[in-house]
């Protein structure tokens, strides 16, 4: 299947993946300087899993009071306006295209790289210029929704691609042999599809722009800083990634922020791990991953 026919076919779908409301009211707001708890809470509260999901979070281990939580502003207020929005949206995507998974397709895979993905560039944040935390998080957590577009459209001849990939550079290689076009932009015009702002678009589809020889230095803070996150996942969780790739992209980043917020980067993100566990119903690393990464 050639580009054009490919890129066809997914315009014309009517199967791809789809946005759940309560997200896209949630992304929306993430624009907003001026958000207030009472905004945020009207649209959670309209998903009451999703209330019960943020009530649980504000119950956890990590951010337990004394006295239990036990309505939805006083979770936003325990958790704050705009962590409780990252959180939030992220929660309404995964369980939404968690609950379409139909093919022979390793989503478990899929599903914890995505999620360290957004918990990674979640914690560069403070190291990178960037408008939006949630614009990072949501953009790192889609990076690579075009494989799922792809598994859509395609079906199990691309489940059978990905299990042939040695590496996630590898997949990109074989997608543009195959197809002429990777899932970085596909994922991109999905992005577009579902009427997302032009910068997730553009990070999304800038997301394998590390992959490169050389590596692209043109990126805006919100493209690297979703690439960067997509290597530190795949090389944790995957473990096969390209050595060349991934000692390149950790050493221009320890050019661009240095050895000690890079090592206070790695153990933000370790500690944010067992609370994403829980928040998402997955276990992001082994005990022997965590061990090795520390």
Do not use: C
Not at 13 to 18: C, R, T
Not at 171 to 180: P, S
């Amino acid at each position: 299947m050639n580009r054009q026919i490919l890129i066809d076919a997914i315009s014309a779908s009517s199967k791809l993946p789809v946005l759940p409301h309560s997200a896209t009211q949630l992304i929306a707001l993430a624009d907003d300087p001026s958000l207030y708890a009472a905004q945020l809470e009207a649209v959670i509260s309209g998903d009451p899993v999703l209330a019960a999901r943020i009530l649980h979070v504000s119950n956890s281990a990590m951010f337990a009071r004394r006295n239990e939580v036990t309505n939805l502003g006083a979770a936003i207020t325990l958790l704050g306006v705009r962590l409780t929005l990252d959180l939030a949206t992220g929660i309404a995507i995964v369980d939404s295209l968690r609950d379409t998974e139909k093919y022979e397709f390793d989503y478990d895979t899929f599903w914890r790289k995505s999620v360290l993905s957004a918990i990674a560039a979640n914690e560069m944040y403070g190291d990178l210029n960037v408008a939006s935390r949630g614009d990072l998080f949501v953009a790192a957590l889609l990076q690579d929704i075009g494989m799922l577009v792809l598994l859509t459209t395609i079906g199990p001849k691309y489940g059978q691609l990905v299990s042939s990939a040695r590496s996630h550079f590898d997949l990109v290689e074989l997608e543009l042999r195959a197809f002429g076009i990777d899932h970085a932009e596909i994922g991109a015009m999905l992005a577009q599809r579902w009427n997302l702002p032009v910068a997730l678009q553009e990070a999304i589809q800038a997301s394998h722009a590390l992959f490169a020889e050389p590596p692209a230095h043109d990126l805006s803070d919100l493209q690297y800083g979703v690439a960067f996150a997509g290597v530190l996942a795949e090389l944790w969780v995957i473990e096969e990634l390209d050595q060349d790739v991934s000692n390149r992209a950790i050493h221009e980043y320890l050019s661009k922020v240095g050895e000690e917020k890079y090592q206070n980067t790695i153990e933000s993100i370790l500690h944010a791990i067992p609370g994403a566990n829980n928040l998402f119903n997955m276990q992001l690393l082994s005990d022997e991953q965590m061990a090795s990464v520390a």
